[in-house]
Nanobody
Framework: EVQLVESGGGLVQAGGSLRLSCTAS????????IGWFRQAPGKEREGVSA????????YYADSVKGRFTISSDNAKNTVYLQMNSLQPEDTAVYYC?????????????????????WGQGTQVTVSS
């Protein structure tokens, strides 16, 4: 059974940093693109960042560019999201997802509907 598990969330003050991890079982990251998404209360799930399995290209939502960095460690089957300069508006449940390798367009890689598998989410709370 394909499974994604997120970890690393928590409570941090504005300006602080967190590193989220997404570890997969039953498949390898070289077969799927991995994306990070977030969902705040009352809002739709939105794309934050993604990494392409075909060429390692990375993509970011405008709201996090320059602050967040996505990376992968294929030996550990883990994708990370380093989040710096966190702001209260970054508060949300963060999810990682896996989408098929043939999805290559940036617009699709940040779209929740193109992802087949999801983790359970990890809460990130940024206090002001």
């Amino acid at each position: 059974e394909v499974q994604l598990v997120e970890s690393g969330g928590g409570l941090v003050q504005a300006g602080g940093s967190l590193r989220l991890s997404c570890t997969a079982s039953a498949f390898t990251f070289d077969s799927y693109n991995i994306g990070w998404f977030r969902q705040a209360p009352g809002k739709e799930r939105e794309g934050v960042s993604a990494i392409s399995s075909s060429d390692g290209s990375t993509y970011y939502a405008d709201s996090v560019k320059g602050r967040f960095t996505i990376s992968s460690d294929n030996a550990k089957n883990t994708v990370y999201l380093q989040m710096n300069s966190l702001q209260p508006e970054d508060t949300a449940v963060y999810y990682c997802g896996a989408s098929p390798i043939y999805i290559v367009a940036e617009s699709l890689l940040l779209l929740p509907g193109t992802y087949d598998y999801w983790g359970q989410g990890t809460q990130v709370t940024v206090s002001s």
